[in-house]
């Protein structure tokens, strides 16, 4: 964090996905701090849940 600010323990989100070419992407959500309400993350995790069923059909056969 910025300033030398630290979190400990906070809850996160880490997504990586990797194509057959190994090519990898990955996102990072850490709701830090008082900027963001306690439902974000809550939500954010109930959206990929749900998501998570049917992410591979949406991407697989795509091109990189």
Do not use: F, H, Q
Not at 17 to 31: C, H, M
Not at 37 to 47: F, H, R, V, Y
């Amino acid at each position: 964090m910025s300033g030398g600010r630290c979190s400990d323990g906070d809850p996160s989100i880490v997504v990586r996905i990797r194509t057959d070419s190994n090519i990898e992407g990955w996102s990072v959500n850490a709701p830090l701090g008082s900027d963001y309400l306690p439902s974000s993350l809550t939500g954010e995790i109930a959206a990929l849940k749900e998501l998570g069923r049917r992410l591979s059909d949406l991407i697989l056969g795509l091109l990189p």
